[in-house]
């Protein structure tokens, strides 16, 4: 079964940059659509993102599009995620899973294999 780690997250100040990785623990990880999501204090986890399995097509939540961009190198087995001007209300425990059929599901149920997770931390 394919294991995902993410990595990459830290605090950094509004504004500011940060590239969280997901590193797959097999080969066949080109073969998979792989989706971010992320999660708040006290809020429901939430779609971020998605890529084909190619990289060549990607999928973004409407309030993040402009700020995030989502790519992958598949001969590393590795996703990212760059996230630009980031806010205090980017701040969450970001995830990333496999997805399923088409990059335009944005609920978890179509979602598996979920990583650990890597802290983001934005202060104003």
């Known amino acids: 079964q394919v294991q995902l780690v993410e990595s990459g997250g830290g605090l950094v100040q509004a504004g500011g940059s940060l590239r969280l990785s997901c590193a797959a623990s097999?080969?066949?990880?080109?073969?998979?659509?792989i989706g971010w999501f992320r999660q708040a204090p006290g809020k429901e986890r939430e779609f971020v993102g998605t890529i084909s399995e190619s990289g060549i097509s990607a999928y973004y939540a409407d309030s993040l599009k402009g700020r995030f961009t989502i790519f992958r190198d598949n001969a590393k087995n590795t996703m990212y995620l760059q996230m630009n001007s980031l806010k205090p209300e980017d701040t969450a425990v970001y995830y990333c899973a496999i997805g399923k059929d088409t990059i335009y599901y944005t609920t978890l149920n179509w979602y598996n294999n979920w990583g650990q997770g890597t802290q983001v931390t934005v202060s104003s």
């Open positions: 097999e080969r066949t990880f080109s073969s998979y659509i």
